[in-house]
């Protein structure tokens, strides 16, 4: 059983060091659950992101929820949320108290701007990690569905609830044949 002060630091250090938003977090998170602490196997943190993403809020919220508590329940839930939180919380709180004295100044400026790709790449990284498991025809389903949502502008829930209804019947479909 894991501590709770070890799940707590954990999720301390991936808020802390995260800039880019809960997607960005995803990488950090699976690298530290995965490769470092060995907390879950990858096929396991895979299903739990994707009840992340199907969640209501945050994904690096949901996700940090459930690894805390796959982990240990409640508290570990807790102590992986409190580890993401307050780091973002104390930082926000910081930059508001002083963000009017330095908004215009150019070496700001310029760190956000540099930020940038290295967010993107942060964004790309889980998504290329986690593709390597799936056959070209479900690539080619991601990438078509994305391009669709994108260019079209048609909410991405009339996608989840037909991939969900699709996988239903599917399951149905399977359940029947081995039956026979």
Not at 15 to 29: D, S, V
Not at 134 to 140: D, G, R
Request: proline share 4%; net charge positive.
């Amino acid at each position: 059983m894991r501590a709770l002060a070890e799940i707590l630091w954990s999720f301390l250090k991936i808020g802390a060091f995260t800039f880019g938003g809960g997607y960005a977090m995803i990488p950090l998170i699976q690298h530290e659950v995965i490769n470092h602490r060995r907390w879950l196997r990858e096929g396991e943190f895979v299903e739990l992101l994707t009840i992340a993403q199907a969640a209501p809020g945050p994904i690096a919220l949901n996700t940090a929820v459930f690894v805390g508590y796959k982990l240990r329940g409640y508290s570990g839930a807790l102590a992986a949320v409190m580890g993401v939180v307050v780091p973002s919380f104390v930082i926000i709180l910081a930059v508001a108290m002083f963000f009017a004295d330095i908004r215009d100044n150019v070496w700001v400026d310029a760190a956000f701007r540099g930020m940038r790709p290295a967010v993107v790449a942060l964004i790309v990284a889980p998504i290329v990690g986690l593709a390597r498991g799936l056959n070209v025809w479900l690539m080619a389903v991601a990438a078509t569905t994305a391009l669709v949502v994108w260019y079209f502008g048609i909410s991405p829930v009339w996608f989840l609830l037909a991939g969900a209804v699709g996988g239903v019947l599917w399951a149905a479909k399977r359940g029947k044949e081995a039956q026979r």
